[in-house]
């Protein structure tokens, strides 16, 4: 068969493609030529499925290579080549073979000795072997030779460490095995030997790995050498020390600057050291909490906690609770901390428009802010919508409703009468939001400027016209203009319009969208 056929036959019966065909094809020729073949076929849209259905079924695959009993001769060749291809195309990232085969070899053979003993010198074994670090071999069905060979485990258990529990117990007291095994999955420690499990270096690679390594090893908490590489992962380990080690300070460091609240399981002594607590709240200002009242009363100690987390103002004493520049720096990190605040400095405007900045919950705890236009501005900068709280006095003050009006039109309606007759503000609504004509006082829905203005931005803003305006033919065609591509309602013109049927064919014909009467609207 030659490449020019083999490739029409892929390409013409992609369902066909498994047939001992192209098995016989890699029999006569040597697995480059074949690697550059599927190479070539990968331009076809289809060549994931192709080449899976090759692969798929591991039975076929083996009949068809004649692979039965011992793997001598020819035999040996052809799984040979097999794995380099399937090598290289994983390498290449041109295909990925899933592997379900009970032996994790996508060749349906029976993997035990024979299959190194068959492969002549070194080069062809690191062939197999780096077959085997990419496909998961279950090394549990592997035969006892295999399971003390040590290139083999070490291959196995450098992508699927926890394998480890099926290698000869040589190889599990083999420190360079188990150290390959652990640094792929710490809980692989379970199957180690007594003596490896008490070593400095594997225990610190498995809990570097996976800290639920820890439950393998006996007596860590004695170790400080071990305690301080377990508490550099989990700061809140120090729980389960002994008091010796709570009281040492190296030890306690490496707890709090992993996790601060670890603080609550330090010595007295050490919780009422400043070095200790300063890297406590730095990395968790709620470990304010565990400090002592000397702590809670010191200011750069405060100033570090709630930098890290403004809530821990809450932890703060009364007299730093009212210290305006510890409040800011809590504020400026969470607005929502403006709740543990003095009364003074809720009400105080820098402080609480900092807090509405970072968090316009923050407003829960303002009393009276509906009444200070400063901060109401500030509050309807971020939250606009909020104009329909503020108070009846500030709803008539033409500086906040254009704050409103000019992010969201149909704001509006919250607007004084005084202010929906306005023309400036009414302008600087429609421009927004064309609907929010309706809102307008009824003469300025007459003025032709504004109504245009707000045709531009809404073309059915039409409807809130006055009548005068709704019979205008250049008014009429204008909301027309700016509804290009969309249906149009044209019932919301005036009488005149809606009775001049030739104009209405006219215009029909030059905006096509306008076709759509809906007479349900009550205008």
């Known amino acids: 068969m030659t490449n020019e056929q083999l490739i029409f036959f892929l390409k013409k019966f992609p369902a066909y493609s498994k047939s001992e065909v192209i098995f016989d094809f890699i029999k006569q020729n040597e697995y480059e030529e074949f690697f550059d073949i599927i190479k070539n076929y990968k331009l076809h849209a289809n060549i994931d499925d192709n080449i899976k259905s090759v692969f798929e079924d591991v039975s076929d695959f083996a009949k068809a290579c004649g692979i039965e009993g011992d793997l001598i001769g020819e035999d040996r060749k052809i799984i040979k080549i097999i794995l380099i291809v399937i090598y290289k195309l994983k390498r290449s990232n041109n295909y990925h073979i ?3 085969h009970k032996m994790g070899i996508p060749l349906g053979i029976n993997l035990d000795e024979t299959i190194i003993k068959h492969f002549n010198n070194e080069a062809e074994k690191e062939i197999f072997l780096a077959a085997l670090r990419y496909y998961r071999f279950n090394l549990k069905d592997a035969s006892d030779e295999l399971k003390a060979d040590k290139d083999v485990v070490l291959a196995v258990v450098e992508i699927a460490g926890t394998a480890l529990e099926f290698a000869s117990d040589e190889l599990k007291a083999d420190k360079e095995v188990v150290l390959t095994a652990v640094k792929n999955d710490g809980t692989a420690l379970e199957f180690v030997s007594d003596e490896l499990k008490a070593d400095k270096e594997v225990i610190i690679s498995a809990i570097k790995n996976n800290i639920n390594s820890l439950n393998f090893v006996l007596g860590w908490t004695v170790e400080k050498d071990i305690v301080i590489e377990v508490l550099s992962i989990k700061g809140l380990k120090l729980a389960f020390v002994s008091d010796e080690f709570k009281k040492d300070k190296e030890v306690v ?15 007295d002594k050490l919780k009422a050291d400043k070095e200790v607590v300063l890297a406590a ?3 968790k200002g709620t470990a304010l909490q565990f400090t002592s009242d000397k702590f809670k009363s010191d200011k750069e100690v405060v100033i570090a906690s709630v930098k890290n987390i403004g809530d821990a103002l809450e932890f703060a004493c009364d007299k ?7 409040v800011m720096n809590a504020v400026n990190q969470d607005g929502w901390s403006l709740k543990y605040a003095s009364d003074e400095l809720k009400a105080d405007k820098e402080v609480v428009i900092c807090s509405i900045k970072n968090n316009i919950s923050s407003l829960n705890f303002v009393k009276r802010w509906r009444f200070d236009k400063e901060i109401v501005i500030e509050v309807l900068i971020i939250k606009r919508e909020y104009l329909a709280l503020v108070s009846d006095d500030l709803k008539k003050d033409k500086d906040v409703v254009l704050v409103a009006v000019k992010q969201e039109g149909e704001l509006l309606q919250y607007a004084s009468d005084e202010l929906q007759s306005d023309r400036t503000v009414v302008l600087a609504a429609v421009n927004n939001n064309g609907n929010a004509l309706q809102y307008a006082n009824k003469v300025l829905r007459s003025d032709r400027e504004i109504v245009l203005k707000a045709l ?3 073309g059915s803003a039409l409807a809130w016209a006055s009548e005068e305006l709704r019979n205008d033919r250049f008014v009429f065609e ?9 249906d149009f309602d044209y019932s919301i013109a005036g009488d005149s319009i809606i009775e001049d049927s030739a104009y209405l064919t006219q215009i029909l014909e030059s905006y096509p969208w306008a076709d759509i009467i809906d007479t349900d609207h009550d205008y």
């Open 98 to 100: 899933e592997l379900n």
């Open 253 to 267: 460091l490496a707890a709090v600057n992993q996790d601060g609240e670890s603080l609550v399981f330090a010595s």
């Open 281 to 283: 709240v730095k990395n």
């Open 320 to 326: 730093l609770k009212a210290d305006k520049e510890v």
């Open 456 to 458: 531009e931005n809404q």
């Open 478 to 486: 204008t909301a027309l203009s700016f509804r290009a591509g969309e």
